[in-house]
């Protein structure tokens, strides 16, 4: 298996707050892997220092062998156009309709012709169930589980080999959230992207992740699969899965 993200003794501090104490963690290219712990444990914070947007971090992330403290602004734009990214609040650009969301991203990193980035736009659009008639729609007129659709077909935009989502189901009530985490393994069958995910739902969790990682009190205590972890002899990992087991039962 070939490693896309590696992220080495990597520690976070806040001001006096430390929020990750020299962690590791290794992301293979085609998993769909998992970063999972309590509220404020950190998750988005990592998400959002493997996407560039934090860098207040000490040790190295590399993304598909870049070093990303380490990139030149070249560098910066070429390897973005690898992923997408679903936010976890505000997913989408509340100003504009479903359409412009999407194709704002096409526009900044793409030099395709206008109606071909129309058509790339709606294209998405279907891709995610939604209907074509959504795109002239704005955010605000959406239901949350159709905000999200739309996030991710924004997310979808440039073909990404890399898809970052942070917690894709909150929010949504149990049917929304089942029929997301089915139209995240049905795009992954497809086209077979990278995907990390933050979550804290249990269905999510042992029916789409292949792999993720445990962060509590500022360590990665475990680090591999669902089956691996209820195997594992730490009782951190034990308590982290016991609302989980019983919520799956
Ligand atoms: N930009 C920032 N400046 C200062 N502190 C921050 C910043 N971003 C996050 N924090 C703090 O870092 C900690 C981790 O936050 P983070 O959002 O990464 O947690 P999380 O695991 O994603 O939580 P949740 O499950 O609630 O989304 C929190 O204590 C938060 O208050
Ligand atoms: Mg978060």
Known sequence: MKEIIKVRNLTT???????HDNIDITIYEGEIYGI??????????????????????????????KNV??????????LKK?????????????SLTVLENISVV?????KLPDEFIEKTAFSKIKLVGLNE????????????????????ARALAL????????????????????????????LHSFFKPTVVMVTHDPQTIVNVLDRFCILIDKKVVFEGTFKEAVN????????????ILMEIE
């Open 13 to 19: 501090k806040f001001g006096k707050k430390i929020i």
């Open 36 to 65: 999972l712990g309590a509220s404020g444990s950190g998750k988005s914070t990592l998400l959002r220092e493997m996407i560039l947007l934090e860098d207040r971090f000490k040790g190295t992330i590399e993304i598909m062998g």
């Open 232 to 243: 594992s002899k730490n009782e951190k990992v034990q308590k982290f899965l016991k609302p």
């Open 106 to 110: 096409l526009e900044e990193y793409t």
């Open 159 to 186: 073909d990404p080999k890399l898809l970052f989502l942070d917690e894709p189901t909150s929010g949504l009530d149990p049917v929304s959230a089942r029929a997301f985490d089915s139209l995240i393994k049905e």
């Open 133 to 152: 008639d959504v795109a002239y729609q704005m955010p605000k007129s959406l239901s949350g589980g159709m905000v999200k659709r739309a996030a991710l």
């Open 69 to 78: 403290k380490k990139l030149s602004l070249k560098e910066e734009i070429e």
């Open 82 to 94: 690898n992923w997408g990214v679903l936010f976890q609040f505000g997913a989408l650009f509340s």
